[in-house]
Every structure is written in C-alpha cells, then in structure tokens.
C-alpha cells in the first residue's frame, strides 16, 4: 500500500480487489492470458483489472435461461477529456457498433461513448480499432482517475471555456496509467501515435512535491495498488453547472484576470453518489469548497489531492472508499491540511462565485468565432435507428459530409461544432430527412431534461428497469401535471436502476431510484441547476402507483409554491413534514380547490419538538398523532 505507515487502516485486512490489483503486474494479469483463452468470457479476477482497461462483462438478463450459460458480452467504454470526439473516432465506433455491438452507441453521463453487446473473442479488435481511430478507452473504468470531465459549449471567444477544455485534456493525461500493459494486450505492444503532451503535465508528473510520487514505480502517480475507489474529475467555468460540479470528487473552475487570462482555480472535493440501499454508512454527499490554487500550482495540487485519497482511503471496505467518505470523516480542515502538506503550501482562499447554472446548449448557437454548433438531444444517450427516427444514421451522415468534431455533453447528449454557416441549412435538411428534431423548444422539457442510466438487461447490478422505462414514466407523469392544470411546468427527473446512481438522480427535483422489481425509492427537493442534494422521500413505490403518490404532492405544489418555484425548490422549502401531512389529509381530485377545512393550533415548542421526534421514529404523518391523542383524551371526558 502507498504510503501506509501513514494510513489509518493498515492494521485492517485490505479487500480482495487490493490483492487482484498487486498482483496484476501493474493491469497485464489475468487478463493478458485469458485474451488469448477461446473462452466467452473471463474470470472474476480479470473482470477487475479488465476495467481499467475500460470494459465490463456483462450478460444478458433477458436471454437468460434457467440450466444453460449467460449471455456473456463485454460492455466498452471510451474516455473522451470534456467529451472530445474527433469525426475519425466517431465514425470508428458508429462501425464497431455494427460489427461488433448490438447497432446502438449510447452517450454516457461523463462525456464518453459506450459499447454493449460486444462478445469477449471481439474485444481486442473492437479496442485496437477505438486507439487506431485517435481513441482511447484506457482509465474509463476501474480504481482510477475517470474521464475528465468539462463544459462542451465551444465558446472560442470566451477564454474560460477554452481553459476548461485545455486543462481537462492536460489533468486527464497526468493521471492517466503509465503501465504499459493496455497497449501491450490489445495493440500488441504498438503505442498508437497521440498528441503530445504538454510540458508541464510531464514534469509535474515525475516532480516528488512532499510525498506525493511513489519513486521507482511503473505508476509514480498511482503505486502499486493505484486507488482504493474511482475517482472523479471535472474542469468547469464560473456560473456553468453542464457538468454536475458538486458530484464530483474533484472540481476545478477556471478563474481569469480582468483581461480573461488564466489566473488559476477555485478548488471543490468529496462530492460523490453512490450509495446502497439498507446501509446507512453509505450516502450520497454534495462537494464542498477548498480553496483556491494559482495555475502554476495546480498540477501538483491535483497531485496532492489524489496522494491524499490514495494513502488515506479505505483500502478495506470499497463501499466507504471514495474521497467524500474520507472528508465526511475528516471534515474539510483536517483535509485541506493534509493537501497543503503535499502541496508545500497553502491554498488561497476561494474566490467569489456567481451561482452556478444547469446548461444543455441545445439548438442552433454562435460560437464567437464567426462559425456555429448544434446541440442535438439524445434521449437517455442512446444512438440508435428505430423506425421513422434515424438518429444514428443522422449522425453519421453529418460526420461523413462534414467531417465536425463531436463534444458529448454531461446529459447525454451532443454537439456539433465548428459548422460553417453555409452547411446550416444542409445539416439541418439531414436531420429532419431522419426525423431528429434540431429545436430544443420542440422537445417536451420533461424529457429534454430527464436522464437514465442504462440498467436491465445488461448492468448487473441493476435492481429494476431504468432506459427502457423512463420514457412511459414521463408520459405519464406529464399527463397527470396537465390534469391538475400543471401544464407548464417541468423540473428535473432522473432515474437509475440501483443506488449506485450513475445517471446523478441523487441531485435531481424528482430521483426515482431502483429499490426493488418494478419499485422505486423516491428522492425530491434538489436543484432544478444541480446544486443542492436531494432527499429520500420514500423508500418503495411501485411504478403502477406512481400517480396516485405524486397526485397530493404535486396539488401541494401548486397551491402553495410561490411565483416561477420550481417543483425541487419548492420540495426543500416546505419540507417533508408539510409535504406529508398535506398527502395523510388528500382527498383524491382535490385539485381545483381550496383544500380540506385545516384548523389550526399553536404548540409549545417543547411540545412540537417531541411530536416531530415521535412521528419521525414511528414514520408516520404528526397529525395523526395528534388526532390519536386528542381522541384519547375527549374519551376520558
């Protein structure tokens, strides 16, 4: 282990995916040899290290039969720093999707691409071709730095936007594995040419700064071990929230002078949301402000930050492993100092932040530079042709025709830029030839806004369906909204099918979280720009009741919200004490009226205290308390 005189937990017993990880030969075994196996799929030992390479085994749930083998095939993942897709890459995977995968790509919530129905005896081929198509899927997944993540709108006369893509490609690249396995397995130990990086990533990488390089290692960065849990990165701009910023391990955001030249960056940590049902140790956790780095420092203390979690996380239990436990521990003094200990200095205080704001930078938009780029909405990122809607080959076409590069989005959608105005009206005559619809506005915002991570039939750890049920879910829920004369409004929905939260629900208005076949744990009151957690509401729906749950809530809603609330502010305002009790008093089709007659009376706070603690303990609503007791008491009379 990395440092461990210094570890809290070296006297407890590492898990097993430590063991897997030191005896890899730095990510080469099992999975160097069990390549060469004509097997369908690999053993529980290589599953691990293949991740880091960027890919995950998975069945088929819907093809399984009771007595006979899975339906094994290997999901692949790209890395893409701030969802960089160069047109070559694009077209690459449009192929492999054809060839190899089940004819969809699907746009992740990190900004990269991934691959599903790959079976094992394609996998190198499927990789080598990504690499040789300026690609890359090397630290997608695994106990690593993740894909960097960074606004996508190419604003090139906004030199924020531009520091955002340039440092995420250059922090990407200092973390990335040294090892020389990935290119020695899937690429037959032939390097594929890449850019070059930048000085400064090469010198920061090797430079000891206080403990933070693990000297004569393949990984000077990462050890042996490399770390105990992901590990999540996102580069942002002051005001832009398209890359959920407080759910990240680690966020930056671009700081510049008067004169829009970098001056450095303000620094947030220990944001992160997975999480598992039943386990109350386990939580999802908002990021909190560090300090503030000046450019010149900020690689090592990127440096600094990642030493910190890799000598201090929990190398023992993988559900308390992420940085947020670690800081949720700690508390942010004792963590900042450690930091600045690596760092050899001390952070600066936090610079002044305007308030963050949830973009998606759909449609037609100047780019500043006399061209333009597009936002095209993917609903639940998945690329596909299905019918009269020919999104996948739309997409094609365009790249064929013109050649643009790609930046995919945090949401799971994607942006065509550096369009020359002359190719407008052509482009967009591709698209409606295809069916894709170019203007945001003639989306229905409940789904332009909605996200769902892919779960059954292929994540295994997918509790109940997600994709492929959101989109009735929406449909119904905007059906029941225009009932109560609710049509104009709309907020946040995402829905995962486990508690591990890919598709961010934890910071949505309405989360809806697989908790059981066909049953969901509801979560409400987060920001409709991502910036406040939301809160377990309830801890099993099933989906055949979705209506008749949010019924009351959304007539409480609209009787009590105040001008242009939205539905998540609205939430955390009232609070779910008033949220339920308006719910235990509903009388369905209660919509339209002034509500059931409420009586009023006032209680001593000592009174009131103990009346929510109890209603709390027993989960019930407190005016049924009180109703119980005052019924008690006039039988007594």
């Not at 030249?261 to 992160?272: H, P, S, W, Y």
């Not at 009735?472 to 049509?487: C, F, N, P, S």
């Not at 309405?510 to 720009?529: I, K, M, T």
Request: aromatic letters at 10%.
């Amino acid at each position: 282990m990395v440092n461990s005189a210094a570890s809290p937990v070296t006297n407890r017993k590492p898990s097993k995916v430590e063991g897997i990880k030191e005896n890899s030969n730095f990510l080469r075994e099992p999975v160097a040899t069990e390549i060469l196996q004509d097997t369908t799929h690999f053993t529980e030992d290589a599953i691990q290290i293949l991740k880091f390479h960027g890919s995950y085994q998975q069945d088929n749930r819907d093809n399984r039969v009771k007595g006979q083998e899975k339906d094994y095939q290997m999901m692949l993942r790209t890395k893409n720093p701030g969802g960089l897709v160069p047109p070559e890459l694009y077209l690459a995977l449009d192929k492999l999707a054809d060839e190899y995968g089940n004819h969809t790509l699907r746009a992740t919530t990190r900004q990269g691409f991934q691959l599903h129905g790959i079976l094992k005896k394609n996998l190198k081929a499927a990789i080598a071709t990504i690499v040789e198509n300026l690609g890359s899927t090397l630290g997608a997944c695994g106990d690593i730095n993740r894909n960097v993540m960074a606004p996508p709108a190419p604003f090139k006369n906004r030199s924020e936007y531009q520091y955002a893509w340039e440092y995420a490609q250059n922090i990407a690249d200092l973390l990335s594995p040294q090892t020389g396995a990935y290119y020695e397995i899937w690429l037959d130990g032939e390097k594929a040419v890449s850019a070059e990086e930048h000085p400064d990533v090469k010198a920061a990488r090797h430079s000891n700064g206080n403990g933070t390089i693990v000297h004569d290692s393949v990984e000077p960065i990462y050890g042996t071990h490399y770390m105990p849990r992901k590990f999540k990165i996102c580069v942002t701009v002051p005001g832009d929230n398209s890359v959920d910023l407080y759910s990240q391990d680690l966020t930056l955001v671009v700081i510049t002078n008067k004169k829009g030249t970098l001056a450095g960056f303000n620094i947030f940590a220990g944001g992160g949301l997975g999480r598992t049902h039943n386990k109350e140790e386990t939580f999802a956790r908002a990021a909190d402000p560090i300090g503030y780095v000046a450019k010149a420092d900020v690689y090592n203390l990127v440096k600094a930050i990642v030493a910190t979690q890799r000598d201090y996380g929990d190398r023992t239990d993988r559900r308390h492993a992420r940085l947020k436990y670690l800081i949720n521990d700690w508390g942010v003094d004792k963590f900042r100092t450690q930091v600045e200990e690596y760092l050899g200095k001390k952070l600066e205080p936090f610079k002044p932040l305007i308030q963050f704001k949830y973009k998606d930078f759909l449609g037609w938009n100047e780019q500043g530079d006399g061209k333009l780029f597009l936002g095209i909405s993917i609903d639940n990122g998945r690329v596909k042709d299905d019918g009269t809607f020919q999104l996948k080959t739309a997409l094609r076409t365009i790249v064929e025709q013109f050649n643009l590069p790609i930046r995919l989005t945090g949401n799971q959608n994607l942006l065509f830029y550096d369009i020359a105005p002359e190719d407008k009206a052509a482009i967009q005559e591709i698209l409606d030839n295809c069916g894709v619809v170019a203007d945001p506005d003639q989306i229905a915002p409940l789904t332009r806004y909605a996200m769902a991570c892919p779960a059954l039939p292929t994540c295994g750890l997918a509790i109940t369906e997600s994709e492929r049920a959101i989109p009735g879910i929406l449909e119904r829920i905007r059906a029941l909204l225009d009932k109560l004369g609710l049509q104009n409004q709309h907020f946040v929905v995402r829905m995962t099918g486990c508690p591990n939260g890919c598709a961010r629900p934890y910071m949505a208005e309405l989360g809806l979280v697989g908790s059981a076949p066909e049953s969901y744990q509801v979560w409400l009151g987060g920001s409709p720009h991502q910036t406040r957690l939301a809160q377990p509401f309830t801890e099993k729906l099933h989906h055949d009741d979705i209506e008749s749950f949010l019924e009351p809530i959304f007539v409480f809603f609209k009787k009590f919200r105040t001008p242009k609330e939205s539905f998540g502010d609205f939430c955390d305002r009232l609070g779910f004490d008033a949220i339920r009790e308006f719910v235990a008093e509903y009388t369905p089709g209660d919509s339209t009226s002034s509500g059931k007659s409420r009586h009023r009376v006032s209680l001593r706070d000592d009174f009131y205290a103990q009346l929510k603690e109890t209603a709390e303990k027993q989960e019930r609503p407190m005016t049924d308390l009180v109703h119980e007791a005052l019924e008690k008491y006039f039988q007594t009379l």
